[in-house]
């Protein structure tokens, strides 16, 4: 079939429409090379594009406005020693389950080194206080409770010990509750139980939105002082 011949008569219409129209065509596209595009923007260009960025940012005020808000990220590394008896380890046992934010390790052998030895291992487990409880000839407990990895720490003789197994009207408050702590009048009379105080603060209270803590108060941690002995109790809020 033959082609259709184009009338010489359209040719200049068809010239003049093209003309008329604007060229809304988008801007070609620069070569590219192996190092990039040929046709790379300015200096002066780039150097203003980058100061509208600066200046688009908010600039933080004088006073801290844009500090983020503290967060207590306590956590408290409960161990032993090892050949401690069954009694000892349940009180131990007891304790964590009183502190969510508690986090439990294998035995530790009760050397010169031990020190050294508990500071790292509370490095590995993420931990900022520990409660080591050091057994002595499966007769006498002692409660190391110090502050990683520069200190302070404090040593106790741990007397009078009843497990939550021997107790009667034990009572049942939620797990992982959060703590209310009271301490005695004589806790600010010297500055050693001040200290005491602080460590005990910082250790047994429950950090605010734990994910293990319930955002609630129902039970009480009660320290006392009564002949040179700290008694710790853990009595129920009943409302």
Known sequence: MAKKRKR???APAAAAASAGKSDVSAPSRP?????GFKD???????AAAAA??????????????DTPPFRNKEKVLVTCSRRIIYR???????IVSLLPHAKKDSKIESKQTKGSTLNEVVELRS????????????????????????????????NAVHTME?????GNH???SRPLLTFSTNFDQQPHWKLVKEMLTQIFATPKDHRKGKPFHDHVFVFSIVDDHVWFRNYQVIY
């Open 166 to 170: 021997e107790l009667k009207l034990t």
């Open 40 to 46: 790379k923007p300015s200096d002066d260009a780039t």
């Open 88 to 94: 000892y380890r349940h009180l131990m046992q007891n």
């Open 31 to 35: 070569e590219r090379t192996l190092f």
């Open 127 to 158: 931990c900022s206080s520990c409660l080591f409880f050091e057994c002595r000839k499966q007769k006498d407990l002692y409660l190391w409770m110090f502050k990683a990895p520069g200190g302070p720490s404090v040593k106790f003789l741990v």
């Open 174 to 176: 939620l797990k992982g």
């Open 52 to 65: 509208a960025a600066v200046e688009s940012e908010p600039q933080p005020d004088s006073e801290g406005a």
């Open 8 to 10: 010489t008569s359209d």
